[in-house]
């Protein structure tokens, strides 16, 4: 039996075991992914019997406008249930009277959003390939630090950085690295 949740406040780091982040070189850890969900100004989680997590769906939103959905995952052996349609029709229940909400997601995903009343649009995004190597608990503080350690002197380790950003394979997916 799925149960379905908008809050996060009996969630912890065990919860998140699960295998999530498929297919993600560095995939944030169960720690992070807690976090990320915690940061979120909305979210839902799929739930089993246990309590652990087996899918969500998080976004950000300004209150106002609009709103992204940075992320959407059910575990491989929960999909083709409807947990996924679920989760998003979850979502946006709580996002209505916004103007916008807006995902990227690879082409062959798109049917899944158009089915629930999103349309086709072409976008644009930017990666730090360097986020694996920031072991700070705090973002800021490690983009700050990364920042200086960039502009004193470890130009190699920068362009090493760079060139793996600009090799990496043409079909890296933009939603999942
Ligand atoms: C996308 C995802 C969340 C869908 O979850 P789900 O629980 O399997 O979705 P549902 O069971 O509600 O599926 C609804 C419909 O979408 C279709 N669909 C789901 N995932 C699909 C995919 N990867 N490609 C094409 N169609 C897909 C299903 O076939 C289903 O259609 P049907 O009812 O006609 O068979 C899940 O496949 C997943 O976690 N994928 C990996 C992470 C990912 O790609 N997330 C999206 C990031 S934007």
Not at 150 to 160: E, L, P, T, W, Y
Request: net charge positive.
């Amino acid at each position: 039996m799925v149960s379905y949740s908008e809050s996060t406040v009996d969630l912890s780091e065990r919860h998140l075991r699960g295998g999530f982040f498929e297919g993600w070189a560095a995939p944030p850890d169960p720690s992070q992914h807690l976090r990320l969900l915690q940061n979120s100004t909305h979210v839902v989680v799929a739930r089993d019997d246990t309590g652990d997590v087996i899918g969500f769906v998080n976004a950000l939103a300004d209150g106002v406008l609009s709103a992204y959905v940075p992320l959407l995952e059910v575990l491989p052996v929960h999909r083709g249930k409807g947990v996924g349609t679920e989760l998003v029709r979850r979502l946006l229940d709580n996002l209505v009277g916004l103007y916008m909400v807006d995902v990227m997601c690879d082409p062959e995903i798109r049917p899944f959003y158009e089915r629930l009343g999103f349309v086709a649009a072409s976008g644009a995004v930017r990666r730090n390939y360097e986020w694996r190597n920031m072991t700070s608990t705090n973002p800021i503080t490690a983009a700050r630090r990364y920042r200086r350690r960039a502009r004193s002197g470890q130009s190699a380790r920068v362009r090493d950085c760079k060139r793996d950003a600009l090799e990496r394979p043409d079909n890296a997916s933009p939603t999942r690295r």
